[in-house]
């Protein structure tokens, strides 16, 4: 800390400042983007999910729309987080199975039957980065299926006028789904979309189950009590403070969200007859 | 051992733990919901300081993740521990699980429960109103006989929904609260069967039925309830209310 800021700030704050801006209240800090990540690339996967899901649930053929029926059901009948600790989980023992086939000799899956990976060489090492995407990956299949209920509501207002004159132009179904059904889905989509967007925002507050070291492993690490003067500020248990601020933080990050939706209804909805979008 | 066997002991194993998160929603459920009664009368009341609370409550309670209100609140109780709860001699009490899992749902759900009902409050049709208040009702028998009953009925398919998101969040209560000795929820027992012999489909899987099972059940029980509640109605409307939730909290 520098004694001219010390000198105008006065000592107790400069402490205060000293305190917040040290290593690893900057690890914490630099911590947000596995958060930040995390939601952005959650939510493209739930949306492409979501998408594929609704494309599913609005075919012809029986068994594509039973496919998409039962991911939408059955994914968003179990807990969030059980999902979330499922899937990156089964991909890595999947890709293990895979691994064990080309690199274990019969000699070593004979012997570590029960065991898991089958030999050392099938063991594949997840780092942060590694669990951070199959995270959001498993964030995306979860509130994927919550889309895909939503798409599929709001492709079925799209007014059927627009779809019938689209056929009557001579376009292909493939190109009425994707010129003018798509398109025009989406204002009636939105509503459902930001609520989605605010349960994902939330559900990103998980990263920590997996081993990444996010905001809250961090408060938790901070706000743990010090009782040594060489660690840093010696101070009781305080965690609560930590958490009081990520609990400020996450109705911050909705205030804003419900502002930005609100600003992209208004946006999209320009120019439209049905009263009900509005 | 066959697949067929190993998931029928699972179940067996996993039916115990399954009752924690029972508990924790069963703990929480009713007086969830007459908090949530409160807040809703609360925030639609007159004056602005007592509406103003009730809102920045809901908007707190319903902005923020379960997870970080579960990690803030009992950080909270612990360290009011030593000043507050030891010196009165009811810290194993208010720092056990069993209480203050469910006390963190209900401050939970009775944000989410509000939002709903408020939302029912303010599609009470108004002329039933009118007519309340053109027969000379008091405001509590007007509350009592005409607004409750509208709200109640149409609160209830979205408050079904509240209730199954409420008994899926139970299962993060144990990811952050202690554990004691072997009282373990489905999330706790899944995980300790996977760590023995990592077999991540069949002890997940398992766990994942009995959350469907008991949100069916859920789905049901509050059905044939609301095809009470919608009794003085013709049958084809009722039959609109299906197995077909919002899953939208």
């Known amino acids: 800390m520098p004694d001219w800021l010390t000198n105008i700030i006065g000592q107790d704050l400069s402490d205060g400042l000293a305190y917040i801006t040290n290593g690893k209240h900057m690890m914490w800090y630099a911590s947000f983007r596995f958060t930040i990540f995390a939601g952005i690339f959650g939510a493209l996967c739930a949306l492409t999910f979501g998408l594929l899901g609704a494309i599913m649930l609005n075919s012809n053929f029986f068994l594509f729309r039973l496919i998409g029926a039962a991911y ?14 499922f899937f990156p989980l089964a991909f890595e023992q999947g890709v293990e199975y895979f691994l064990a086939k080309s690199n274990c000799t019969a000699d070593e899956l004979a012997a570590n039957i029960g065991n898991w990976p089958p030999c050392p060489d099938a063991q594949w090492f997840l780092g942060t980065n590694e669990y951070l995407i199959l995270a959001s990956v498993s964030l995306g299949i979860v509130y994927g299926a919550f889309c895909a209920n939503v798409i599929h509501g709001a492709m ?3 007014n059927k006028g627009q779809l019938e004159a689209a056929k009557a132009y001579g376009m292909k179904p493939m190109q009425v789904m994707l010129r003018v ?3 025009q889905m989406w204002i009636y989509a939105l509503p459902g979309l930001s609520n989605i967007w605010m349960l994902l925002v939330k559900a990103t507050s998980l990263l920590s189950l997996l081993q990444i070291a996010d905001i809250v492993l961090w408060a938790d690490r901070l706000g743990a009590p010090n009782y040594l003067k060489q660690v840093g500020l010696v ?14 933080f996450y109705i911050l990050v909705t205030f804003l969200s419900e502002r930005a939706f609100a600003y992209l209804r208004k946006k999209t909805g320009k ?8 | 051992m066959s697949w067929f066997d190993a998931i029928i002991n699972d179940i067996i194993i996993l039916a115990k733990p399954s009752l924690f998160n029972i508990y924790f929603a069963l703990a929480s459920i009713p007086i969830g919901f007459l908090f949530a009664i409160g807040l809703t009368l609360m925030k639609a009341s007159k004056s602005k300081i007592i509406s103003g609370i009730a809102s920045a409550y809901i908007y ?15 950080s909270i109780m612990l360290s009011l521990n030593l000043s507050v709860w030891k010196p009165m001699g009811i810290d194993h009490i208010v720092l056990h699980p069993l209480f203050l899992g469910p006390m963190i749902l209900i401050l939970n759900t009775s944000a989410y429960s509000a939002q709903i009902l408020y939302g029912a409050y303010q599609n009470v049709p108004k002329g039933e109103l009118e007519a309340a208040r053109s027969f000379g009702m008091g405001r509590v028998r007007q509350f009592l006989s005409v607004i409750w009953p509208n709200m109640i009925r149409l609160a209830w398919p979205a408050y079904t929904n509240e209730v199954v998101f409420l008994f899926h969040a139970t299962a993060l209560i144990y990811f952050t609260l202690p554990v004691i000795n072997e009282q373990k929820d489905l999330m706790n027992k899944a995980g300790e069967l996977f760590e023995k012999d990592y077999n991540v489909f069949l002890h997940f899987s398992v766990a994942a039925l009995y959350y469907l099972a008991i949100s069916f059940v859920i789905f049901l029980a509050f059905g044939l309830f609301y095809k009470y ?13 299906k197995f077909s939730p919002k899953y939208i909290r």
């Not at chain 1, 939408?72 to 600790?85: E, K, S, T, W, Y």
């Open chain 1, 235 to 248: 101070h009781p248990d305080w965690r609560w403070k930590y958490y009081l601020v990520l609990f400020l």
């Open chain 1, 271 to 278: 120019g439209m007859v049905d009263e009900a979008v509005l």
């Open chain 2, 229 to 241: 509640l919608m009794r003085h109605e013709a049958a084809a409307k009722i039959k609109k209310f």
């Open chain 1, 156 to 158: 079925k207002s799209v």
């Open chain 1, 181 to 183: 059904h798509i398109p």
């Open chain 1, 72 to 85: 939408a059901n059955v994914v968003r009948g179990v807990p969030d987080v059980l999902f979330f600790l």
């Open chain 2, 60 to 74: 707190a309670f319903r902005g923020s993740p379960l997870f970080i209100q579960l990690f803030m609140f009992y």
